[in-house]
């Protein structure tokens, strides 16, 4: 939903370039570069989250880094 409103303000800006004189455009140019970076952390949060999951997962399958198995160890340890 968000990244319709990026898309959404980008094509406000852009048809706003048209109809204005060269300093508002240098204005409009420079909102634009700014919606763009907010739409490029948008994306970033979504990728870390998934690479985060990812990697989360491939450790988690180790038995050196899985919780589960930590916990396991702790038991047999404590017999």
Do not use: P, W
């Amino acid at each position: 939903m968000k990244h319709r409103h990026f898309v959404f303000n980008d094509l406000m800006i852009r048809t706003q370039l048209r109809k204005r004189n060269f300093i508002q455009q240098k204005k409009l140019i420079i909102l634009f570069m700014i919606n763009s970076l907010g739409c490029f952390n948008q994306n970033y949060k979504k990728l870390k989250n998934i690479l985060g999951m990812a990697i989360a997962k491939c450790l988690g399958s180790s038995s050196n880094f899985s919780i589960t198995n930590k916990h396991r160890m702790m038991g047999e340890h404590s017999r």
